[in-house]
C-alpha cells in the first residue's frame, strides 16, 4: 500500500530552519506531484508549495516564498521541504501529499485533489 512517512519537525527559535523529508512507498513517485500542506489549530489545511513530477517546476504560498523550498529526488522517492526564517506563524502540522498527474503541466493547490497523504510532523517556532 502506498505510504508517506514525513520526519524533520521539531522545535525551534524565530529566524531558525528545519529540514521536512518525506518519504514515499508504494507508488511511482515519478507519476505524482508533491505538495506540502500546513494545518494550525483552529485553521483549514493550508497550501505551503508543491513540486511537479519532473521536478523542474515549483509553486508556493506567497508567505513563504525566498523562505521555503521544495525540492525532491526521484531516485530516492522523497521530497524535502527547507525552511529557513521561521516565524512563529509557521507553527503548524506540516503534511506532505500525492497528486497524481497525467499531464506535466497541471498541478493544484486544493487539498481534495491529493490522492494521498503522510500521517504529519509538528513544527513548532517559538518567538
Known amino acids: 500500500q502506498v505510504q508517506l512517512v514525513e520526519s524533520g519537525g521539531g522545535l525551534v527559535q524565530a529566524g531558525g530552519s528545519l529540514r521536512l523529508s518525506c518519504a514515499a512507498s508504494?507508488?511511482?513517485?515519478?507519476?505524482?506531484?508533491m505538495g506540502w500542506f500546513r494545518q494550525a489549530p483552529g485553521k483549514e489545511r493550508e497550501f505551503v508549495a508543491v513540486i511537479l513530477r519532473s521536478g523542474r517546476s515549483t509553486y508556493s504560498l506567497d508567505s513563504v516564498k525566498g523562505r521555503f523550498t521544495i525540492s525532491r529526488d526521484n531516485a530516492k522517492n522523497t521530497v524535502y521541504l527547507q525552511m529557513n526564517s521561521l516565524k512563529p506563524e509557521d507553527t503548524a502540522v506540516y503534511y506532505c501529499?500525492?497528486?497524481?498527474?497525467?499531464?506535466?503541466?497541471?498541478?493544484?493547490?486544493?487539498?481534495?485533489?491529493?490522492?494521498?497523504w503522510g500521517q504529519g510532523t509538528q513544527v513548532t517556532v517559538s518567538s
Open positions: 501529499a500525492a497528486d497524481f498527474a497525467p499531464r506535466a503541466s497541471s498541478w493544484s493547490r486544493d487539498p481534495r485533489e491529493y490522492d494521498y
Open positions: 508504494g507508488l511511482t513517485f515519478s507519476a505524482y506531484n
